[in-house]
């Protein structure tokens, strides 16, 4: 016998999004600020996770980042990593902005595939989700991270590269030209101390 089924009963006996969403173990670190960071990260992702109606792996915390970046996402990794110098000096910038800035990549991802990295819907998901201004650069104080640099020239004056963009002119991978005056750049003698 055909035995005709109500649509609406599978909805009703549904579970809500609410209910669907589990705890997931928070990953302990013995540096207190580090633990600090990673307790900011789970309740962002359940933020995003009671907004969204669904659930979302946890990200891979690292707190190995040199540099000027105070983070990075690795998207096809699930890998969250932190620059702790710039934590240090910035602990609540890294709450409020680093952190969410940092999920929301990862978040555009599961939920959008391979986008522009500060495209609409990263921008929609800070909005929407932790009430921030989008911003795609920070403005922390980077001299206490900056590597050696090395002077180079051109008819505005000295301009320092790093030592990464060095190394390129060097091995003659890469030629830099100024941004304003459009010259090529010049190495500037290294005199040694003495």
């Known amino acids: 016998?055909?035995?005709?089924?109500?649509?609406?009963?599978?909805?009703?006996?549904?579970?809500?999004?609410?209910?669907?969403?589990?705890?997931?173990?928070?990953?302990?670190?013995?540096?207190?600020?580090?633990q600090q960071m990673a307790l900011q990260v789970e309740h962002c992702y359940q933020i995003a996770e009671s907004k969204l109606g669904r659930?979302?792996?946890?990200?891979?915390?690292?707190?190995?980042?040199?540099?000027?970046?105070?983070?990075?996402?690795?998207?096809?990794?699930n890998k969250l990593r932190f620059n702790p110098k710039l934590l240090n000096d910035n602990q609540q910038a890294?709450?409020?902005?680093?952190?969410?800035?940092?999920?929301c990549h990862l978040l555009a991802f599961q939920l959008y595939g391979r986008v522009k990295p500060h495209g609409r819907e990263w921008q929609s998901l800070m909005q929407s989700l932790y009430g921030r201004v989008p911003r795609t650069t920070h403005s922390f104080d980077t001299r206490a991270v900056e590597g050696k640099t090395f002077e180079y020239r051109c008819q505005c004056g000295p301009i320092k590269l790093s030592i990464r963009r060095h190394n390129k002119v060097i091995r003659g991978e890469t030629?830099?030209?100024c941004r304003r005056c459009g010259q090529q750049l010049r190495a500037e003698p290294r005199i040694p101390p003495r």
Do not use: W
């Not at 055909?2 to 540096?31: G, W, Y």
């Not at 659930?55 to 990794?77: D, N, V, Y």
């Open 1 to 34: 016998m055909f035995k005709s089924l109500n649509p609406f009963r599978a909805l009703q006996n549904a579970p809500s999004p609410q209910s669907m969403l589990k705890a997931h173990p928070v990953v302990t670190f013995q540096d207190p600020l580090h």
């Open 55 to 77: 659930c979302f792996p946890r990200p891979e915390i690292g707190f190995m980042l040199r540099g000027k970046s105070a983070g990075t996402a690795h998207l096809q990794l």
């Open 94 to 103: 890294f709450l409020d902005d680093v952190i969410p800035h940092e999920i």
């Open 175 to 177: 030629q830099y030209r």
